[in-house]
């Protein structure tokens, strides 16, 4: 299984940008998926999540700005990034939880991470 992340890049403050990561590999269904972030000298954290369902969860520091999104029958995630500030300078990873069983009747999930891609916010 891969995540394979692309879109990200160098923006002016109030500036947008779009990261997409899509899912490849075998696997039975993508339960979540959502993007991570990590400044330099700082801890990864949750930027924003969207379950199956379409049940999202934000970063309370991006909400009214980002906005999480995917398409299931590409396997895809989306972040659209608006009103960018230099604060959300960040390698963003893609994220999902997926279920890898072969068994119908059974259940296996695992985490996977993409390689992360660069956001940077000049003021």
């Known amino acids: 299984v891969q995540l394979q992340a692309s879109g990200g890049g160098l923006v002016q403050a109030e500036g947008s940008l779009r990261l997409s990561c899509a899912a490849s590999?075998?696997?039975?269904?993508?339960?979540?998926m959502g993007w991570y972030r990590q400044a330099v000298g700082k801890e990864r954290e949750l930027v924003a999540l969207?379950?199956?369902?379409?049940?999202?969860n934000y970063k309370d520091s991006v909400k009214g700005r980002f906005t999480v999104s995917r398409d299931n029958a590409k396997d895809m995630v989306y972040l659209q990034m608006n009103s960018l500030k230099p604060d959300d300078t960040a390698v963003y990873y893609c994220?999902?939880?997926?279920?890898?069983?072969?068994?119908?009747?059974?259940?296996?999930?695992?985490?996977?991470w993409g390689q992360g891609t660069q956001v940077t916010v000049s003021s």
């Open positions: 994220y999902a939880v997926l279920d890898i069983s072969r068994y119908p009747t059974l259940t296996s999930l695992r985490h996977y």
């Open positions: 590999g075998s696997f039975r269904s993508i339960r979540t």
């Open positions: 969207v379950t199956s369902g379409g049940e999202t």
